[in-house]
Nanobody, 124 residues
């Protein structure tokens, strides 16, 4: 079956960096656009960014633009989220998700598969 497994979360001080990974199995990763979302306590799930099937196009939320970078290695079936200049407001559970549709979307409902999430905590 399809599995997306996030890793790399943890506790970091404000201004620091983390790199999240999303390892995919049970699917052909190159057939899917991949997105990253996050959810803070008491808040709705929020779009962070996404990357096209080939990796040639990315889209980011305004709140992370210029600080976060999404990349992918289809041969390794892994997607990455590099997070720099982290802020306390970036604290959340981060999820990766796979979207089989050809049109890029920032809507969580459009994604077919989800990982279990990894906690990122940024201290001030």
């Amino acid at each position: 079956q399809v599995q997306l497994v996030e890793s790399g979360g943890g506790l970091v001080q404000a201004g620091g960096s983390l790199r999240l990974s999303c390892a995919a199995s049970g699917l052909t990763l190159s057939w899917y656009s991949m997105g990253w979302f996050r959810q803070a306590p008491g808040k709705e799930r929020e779009f962070v960014g996404r990357i096209s099937r080939s990796g040639g196009t990315t889209l980011y939320a305004d709140s992370v633009k210029g600080r976060f970078t999404i990349s992918r290695d289809n041969a390794k079936k892994t997607v990455y989220l590099q997070m720099n200049s982290l802020k306390p407001e970036d604290t959340a559970v981060y999820y990766c998700a796979a979207d089989s549709r050809p049109v890029q979307s920032s809507r969580a409902d459009d994604y077919d598969y989800w990982g279990q999430g990894t906690q990122v905590t940024v201290s001030s």
